[in-house]
DNA sequence: GCCCCTACTTAGCAGAGAGGGA
DNA sequence: TCCCTCTCTGCTAAGTAGGGGC
């Protein structure tokens, strides 16, 4: 690709944080990519790559204990002396033909530096049907062409910049940068909030200092003026925007050829899809709740900083012009292609696979496949846990309380956290305050559970986990205090393992959420159109959402679309009662006749009914007036005369009529009927019709207001077994489609192809 | 037994893109 | 066809779990 022409064309372009981006720099040998140490990071000094093989297994490891296991099948089929095909002898003929195939791929000359990931329109890689229980080898052969850096800072164009107490500021460039940063998201609540301008703000002096200084001493936050870099910003988005279908079509072309080689890699030989292959742009933290370091300027990431991960006989990819890896691993027992950590929280970052990969999709399958097994394991569980409320030891009594927590209200397990992130609380880590006694045995939970998303929830509990809680709060327990101060997850999971080696607190989570899945399906009738069933489905998966306290924020327009569609939902009542009315006007008897019929024609007061005809009027009033302007517009981009201001006089005195004739109908109720093709059955057809649009709208509103704060997707992707929606699908006759996006399709392709319309849980 | 570290899953948000109504 | 709304996808923060070292 041209260069100059990414350059242009992705300047155009925008980071997730809002800046307009430059060209992304790759690990190709692309020159322009200069350390200058922004954000901190001198010059960095060429070095030889370290390269470790850090595997806990070897692949010759690998192969051995392959061959035993082959054997010892081999040996257990002639014992058995049964003609059962086995999924692993099998697979071992499959894999053996595909490594033949494989081989020859990888062969095949590739371009100088790059490892080419042709789609072959091979067939897709069906690894459900091979078994594979060796959780701790992740890959036999790994190659990867790396991973995309972000773009550099684009300088500000000269005329724009920070002002403080009114004088334009010169910052050193690599303060500028993170003064972007700022200005970029002025308009956003976290650049509202204190603790993230004071976090920011004490970042952004330093580096200012470290780099040189300005030349106005910048020391309160309050006297800087942001707005002409936000201005800027803006504008490029605006200019962005306004590209044509063409451009923007064109630029995204080009963007997807330039990354296309980041996004594949080859996992035992199988093209498969890298997930989260660019390295993550420096900008600010974006901490949730109150996240004692949001607002911290998060740092640029150089090769220097990033670990790659792939076979050893893989060619290594080589990092941008000038720069070095971190350090090259083979390690096999990992799913990770590279790593690096983050300087704000001091987290490994990984880039791993893609959630419609083999590797990921194995072990979603074996995390559903757990809490199935849980179903056989369940009532002891809940058998013990009863036992224990009355236990003598105290650990025990917590342990069984917390495990009643977890397996009723789906809490989740509550590791400690550190002083440095935000105040938030699982079941384990539940605090006095987090828990509200109300006698016999009502509870009130009120805590910031993940992400600070609130639990609030009044519940009855069993008449001994009451008691259990008012002893876990005695005095001398305060306020502050841990509720199970005995307990923590690592304990209660060791416990759980007694049961069913791998249960841990999450998979009751997951079995809790499918459970409800299949209960809430079985209850639904199979009857219906498919938009009914799919409502229906929705409503299914909302009770597992419920459960599982997945919420999201009120969409802005939330209220002002409730109100639409009442609005709607009242005026296509009123249209028809207007056609019932003129049913009338044609056959009066029919009021003796069909008496039912006609029950609703006085539901509508004067003043609603005037109220109704006010709004259509307006709307269609702004309706003609709208495209009136819209029209001239464009005839005015055309250099065409334009529409004489009388047409839309006419236009709007048509209206005006239409206004007069319904004012007329208010008293007389009876509508003027201007056909005389009209007929009694073409209007209760048309009465028909506005019924069917009525329920429709109906459904939208309560669904709608039902949804407006429960995040559906969230079970969805990661709590509810797959296989229940294709059983659904399958069983209610309602298109895949419409129950899975294309990427949950892609992500449970082993579940579309495995399971029946009689799976269950 | 505790703490720290690594590895991976789960989570909400924001922007992109699709889709539907006027 | 355009515009607006809603859904989808990508991003990355924030959890869980378990191993290893002391």
């Known amino acids: 690709m041209d260069i100059e022409k990414r350059r242009s064309t992705a300047a155009l372009s925008e ?173 956003t609540e976290h650049a509202q909030n204190p603790a993230f301008q004071n976090n920011f703000f004490s970042d952004f002096k330093k580096i200012v200092l470290e780099h040189g200084g300005a030349n106005v001493e910048i020391e309160n936050f309050d006297n800087c003026d942001f707005s002409k870099i936000f201005e800027h910003y803006e504008s490029q988005k605006t200019i962005k925007k306004s590209l044509t279908a063409a451009q923007k079509r064109e630029i995204k072309s080009e963007k997807d050829k330039f990354e296309e080689k980041y996004k594949y890699c080859l996992l035992n030989g199988r093209r498969e899809r890298v997930g989260n292959f660019r390295i993550e742009p420096p900008g600010l933290f974006r901490g949730r709740g109150s996240h004692p370091k949001t607002g911290r300027v998060k740092k640029r990431i150089y090769p220097e ?24 691993k083979h390690d096999n027992t990992v799913a990770w292609l590279a790593t690096w950590r983050e300087n704000v929280t001091n987290t490994v970052k990984y880039v791993l696979f893609a959630a419609d990969s083999s590797l990921k999709g194995r072990s979603d399958f074996k995390k559903f496949e757990k809490a199935r097994e849980l179903k056989n394991y369940i009532h002891r569980i809940r058998k013990d846990y009863k036992k224990n409320f009355s236990s003598k030891v105290m650990l025990e009594r917590q342990m069984a309380v917390a495990t009643y927590l977890i397996d009723v209200f789906a809490l989740r397990a509550g590791g400690e956290k550190a002083e440095d992130e935000a105040d938030t609380v699982g079941c384990c880590s539940l605090r006095y305050e987090h828990v509200t006694l109300k006698p016999p045995n009502t509870v009130v939970f009120d805590f910031l559970g993940k992400d600070s998303i609130r639990y609030y929830q009044e519940v009855n509990v069993h008449e001994k986990v009451f008691k259990n809680l008012r002893l876990f709060k005695k005095s001398p327990k305060q306020p502050g205090d841990d509720l199970f101060d005995r307990l923590t997850p690592n304990i209660l999971n060791k416990h759980l393992q007694n049961y069913l080696p791998g249960l841990s607190a999450k998979v009751f989570r997951t079995y809790n959420a499918s459970k409800t899945m299949q209960d809430q399906l079985d209850l639904i009738p199979n009857e219906g159109t498919v938009g009914e069933k799919v409502v229906k489905y929705n409503a299914a998966n909302r009770e597992v959402a419920i459960l599982c306290n997945h919420q999201r924020t009120k969409p802005k327009s939330h209220d002002m679309g409730v109100q639409r569609i009442s609005d709607n939902i009242r005026e296509m009542f009123w249209q028809k009662l207007r056609l019932k009315r003129m049913i009338l006007e044609l056959d009066k008897s029919l009021k003796k006749t069909k008496p039912y019929y006609f029950e609703e024609l006085d539901d509508l007061s004067v003043e609603e009914e005037q109220a109704i005809q006010d709004r259509v009027i307006a709307k269609e009033r702004e309706k003609v007036t709208k495209k009136f302007a819209r029209d001239n517009e464009k005839l005015k981009t055309e250099d065409s005369p334009l529409l004489p201001e009388a047409m839309l006089e006419e236009k709007l005195q048509k209206i005006d009529e239409l206004a007069a004739e319904y004012k007329k109908e208010l008293k007389t109720r009876k509508p003027e009927i201007k056909s005389v093709t009209v007929t009694v059955e073409k209007l209760e057809s048309q009465v028909e019709k506005l019924e069917q649009r009525i329920r429709n709208a109906t459904l939208l509103l309560q669904d709608k207001e039902d949804n407006s704060q429960v995040a559906l997707g969230t079970s969805k992707l990661n709590y509810i077994d797959p296989r229940l929606t294709v059983m659904f699908s399958k069983k209610y006759d309602v298109p895949i489609e419409k129950l899975f996006s294309k990427t949950l399709r892609e992500k449970f392709a082993w579940a579309i192809e495995s399971a029946d319309e009689n799976w269950t849980f």
Not at 31 to 41: A, Q, R, V
Not at 77 to 90: I, P, Q, R, V, Y
Not at 305 to 313: A, C, G, I, K, P
């Open 305 to 328: 900083d990033v670990s790659l991960n792939l076979s050893e006989d893989a060619p290594i990819p080589p990092p941008p012009e000038g720069h070095q890896w971190k350090e090259i």
């Open 15 to 187: 980071s997730h944080d809002g800046f307009p981006v430059t060209e992304s720099r790759s690990n190709t040998g692309d020159t322009s990519m200069k350390d200058e140490g922004t954000l901190g990071s001198p010059s960095l000094p060429v070095s030889p790559i370290k390269t470790t093989s850090h595997k806990r297994k070897t692949s010759d490891d690998f192969e051995k204990k392959k061959k035993k296991k082959k054997t010892d099948k081999h040996k257990h089929k002639h014992k058995n002396g049964t003609k059962k095909e086995n999924g692993n002898d099998l697979a071992t003929v499959k894999n053996s033909k595909e490594k033949k195939k494989r081989v020859k791929k990888e062969e095949t000359p590739l371009d100088s530096q790059t490892i080419e990931m042709k789609d072959e329109e091979e067939e897709k890689y069906r690894w459900w049907e091979e078994n594979n229980d060796n959780d701790e080898i992740k890959w036999h052969s790994l190659k990867h062409n790396g991973v995309l850096f972000p773009p550099e800072h684009v300088p500000l164009p000269s005329h724009v910049k920070l002002y403080y107490d009114k004088k334009p500021v010169d910052l050193p460039i690599q303060a500028e940068e993170v003064a972007c940063f700022f200005g970029a998201m002025l308009n």
